[in-house]
């Protein structure tokens, strides 16, 4: 069940400040540096963000032999390292920002720089993926022929998620998703029409193939994103391409689709888009090795990488420390550089680390553990509630709770409620011990959700005792069981909510 992401890693520097003044020598604003903060960036940044995430991660990259190497190593805590000599300078980008607003960017090493050699250790990881993600910043390691022959036998039995850069190769045919931005989308497809424009017509004129007229065929203006993604699935081969946005969100194509498929992205205020990508080909990764099907996990990539910026961006990132685990055994060998490594989920006892739910779900069952079930709003979490779930995690080895949405609760109990968000309502519940996951549904009630995560166990309050539960046939169906828990009558939701509108 392991993510290994795959490509090229830097060293990125922050000088944070306030602008105040010009400068006396030229008509420059001067920033009093008030915080330098540096991090892993590109392979590094998505590897990190699996990490923290607390997904079992190895990043695959080669380092170069200097202080901008070693303190990037310092900055992997939770990743496993396995890399190899890149003969050259580590690049580093150094960013310069007054306030929130980027003033400048100075780049040192980041010249072009040979093939590198992908190292036998690096291909062994690679080969022990359940889920790759390629994060190519143009430095040569996703051109390398070994690995590159491997991605391609690997694509057609795990998901490869592509990040493709200007500078970079194609990326390997038979990929699951490519993930270029609308600028590098369209830059690659009019390279791609302008060679196929000249391509001659036996017998007649040169005529322009797969050009960017802008126009479909019948006449209404197109969407840039969709004639530079068809132009890139063609050339590709992969078999979906999805071309971001911004704020606008993405569009995704398939192989063999008829239409493109619009992904609305949440209105956010952000002032520097920096790691959204990247945020965007983790979250990925993520739910495909879940099971999704590519449209929902472009949905949840897209709403992920907005929350991410939403949420401040590569500058709330916390600090990863800068203690590698000397300890920690690298499958490469004393050569290869590691830091402290996850390690995989266990079937019993202790809180998870994994928090996705279809992900747990799967992991649980392929351990041999037993999944448990239960649901609700959980809209103001009191006693009872506390209770009922405790004991439902005891009849079992994980507890996931599906998690009614706001529409969803707003159709069920009015338009006064939910009193709590979802997302808040699913941190309470993830706070609790006795919880390991939330699944958040639309629906009125949970059999979607339900078919999809196919518990051992679904529980309920046992103000249903002596009845047959709505859920049961479902269950059933896959040799589950419904089974109910003590109910606590004088506690409840709507009580507390009449009571706190009294008070108020």
């Not at 310092?74 to 890149?86: A, K, N, Q």
């Not at 050699?117 to 022990?128: F, G, H, I, K």
């Not at 390279?191 to 007649?204: D, M, Y």
Request: glycine residues 12%.
């Amino acid at each position: 069940m392991r993510i290994v992401v795959v490509g090229d890693v830097m060293l990125d520097v922050d000088l944070s400040g306030d602008a105040t003044r010009l400068s006396p020598d030229a008509p420059v604003p001067v920033v009093d540096v008030s915080g330098v903060k540096r991090r892993a960036g590109g392979a590094g940044l998505v590897a990190r963000m699996l990490a923290q995430d607390g997904w079992p991660v190895t990043l695959v990259t080669v380092l170069g032999d200097d202080d901008a190497g070693r303190q990037l190593e310092s900055h992997l805590t939770g990743v496993r390292l396995v890399s190899g000599p890149s003969g050259y300078a580590s690049p580093v980008k150094t960013r310069v920002r007054a306030g929130s607003h980027p003033v400048v960017r100075f780049d040192q090493g980041c010249g072009e720089v040979p093939i590198p050699d992908a190292s036998p250790a690096m291909l062994r990881a690679v080969e022990m993926a359940g889920a790759i993600v390629v994060a190519d910043y143009g430095r040569g390691l996703a051109a390398n022929p070994q690995l590159r022959d491997l991605l391609a036998r690997l694509a057609g039995t795990i998901p490869i998620i592509w990040d493709p850069h200007p500078a970079g190769p194609d990326p390997v045919p038979g990929v699951a998703v490519v993930t270029p931005n609308l600028a590098e989308a369209s830059k690659a497809a009019q390279a791609l029409a302008g060679e196929r424009r000249q391509a001659p017509v036996p017998g007649g004129p040169r005529r322009d193939v797969h050009g960017l007229e802008g126009h479909s065929p019948d006449s209404r203006p197109e969407d840039p994103a969709v004639r530079a993604g068809r132009i890139l699935l063609e050339h590709w081969q992969s078999r979906a391409v999805l071309v971001t946005k911004g704020e606008h969100g993405a569009v995704l194509l398939r192989a063999g689709g008829n239409s493109p498929d619009p992904v609305p992205a949440p209105r956010v205020e952000a002032g520097d888009p920096c790691g959204a990508g990247d945020r965007l080909a983790a979250s990925l990764a993520v739910h495909l090795l879940a099971g999704r099907d590519l449209g929902e996990a472009a949905r949840l990539a897209v709403h992920d990488a907005a929350d991410f910026l939403a949420n401040g961006g590569v500058s709330a990132l916390p600090d990863p420390g800068s203690r590698p685990d000397a300890d920690a055994a690298s499958e490469a060998g004393s050569d290869a550089p590691i830091a402290a490594p996850l390690r995989p989920p266990t079937p019993v006892g202790g809180k998870r680390r994994i928090s996705e739910p279809l992900l747990l779900a799967r992991v649980m069952r392929d351990n041999g553990g037993k999944v448990v079930a239960t649901g609700g709003c959980f809209d103001l979490l009191h006693a009872g509630h506390v209770r009922s779930l405790a004991a439902a995690r005891e009849l079992g080895d994980c507890l996931i709770v599906c998690l009614n949405s706001d529409d969803s609760v707003r159709r069920l109990k009015g338009p006064d409620r939910p009193i709590i968000g979802q997302q808040d309502r699913a941190e309470l519940l993830l706070a609790m011990e006795c919880v390991d996951a939330v699944m958040i549904f639309d629906e009125d009630t949970p059999e979607a959700a339900l078919e999809r995560l196919r518990p051992d166990i679904w529980v309920k309050g046992g103000d249903y005792k002596g009845a047959r539960l709505p859920e049961a046939d479902l269950v059933e169906k896959w040799g589950g069981r419904c089974l109910t828990v003590p109910y606590h009558p004088a506690r409840s939701t709507t009580g507390l909510a009449h009571a706190l509108a009294k008070v108020s």
